[in-house]
Nanobody, 113 residues
Framework: QVQFVESGGGLVQPGGSLRLSCAAS????????MEWYRQAPGKQRELVAG???????YYADAVKGRFTISRDNAKKILYLQMNSLKPEDTAVYYC???????WGQGTQVTVSS
């Protein structure tokens, strides 16, 4: 079974940075298009960033210029570098294979003074 485990969240002040990690168990992780999503309480889950198996990336307008998605296929890890964090970035962040209907636990990011 394919599983993804998110980590790296925490409490950070506005303007600060965090790097999230997503560890994959699949032996063919390198061919998966991968995405980061986030969900705030009472809100729908929204796409944050994506990266395909050729390393083409795409981002939500709200995070362009601040977040960077990347992958290390040898280590089977997906990353999300988050800079210049804002309070509105506060949410639970999830990684997933594009189109996968199941979701893991996610990792909490809280941006507050």
């Amino acid at each position: 079974q394919v599983q993804f485990v998110e980590s790296g969240g925490g409490l950070v002040q506005p303007g600060g940075s965090l790097r999230l990690s997503c560890a994959a168990s699949s032996w063919i992780f390198s061919i998966y298009p991968m995405e980061w999503y986030r969900q705030a309480p009472g809100k729908q889950r929204e796409l944050v960033a994506g990266i395909n198996n050729g390393d083409t990336t795409y981002y939500a307008d709200a995070v362009k210029g601040r977040f960077t998605i990347s992958r290390d296929n040898a280590k089977k890890i997906l990353y999300l570098q988050m800079n210049s964090l804002k309070p509105e970035d506060t949410a639970v962040y999830y990684c997933n294979r594009r189109g996968d209907p199941s979701w893991g636990q996610g990792t909490q990011v809280t941006v507050s003074s």
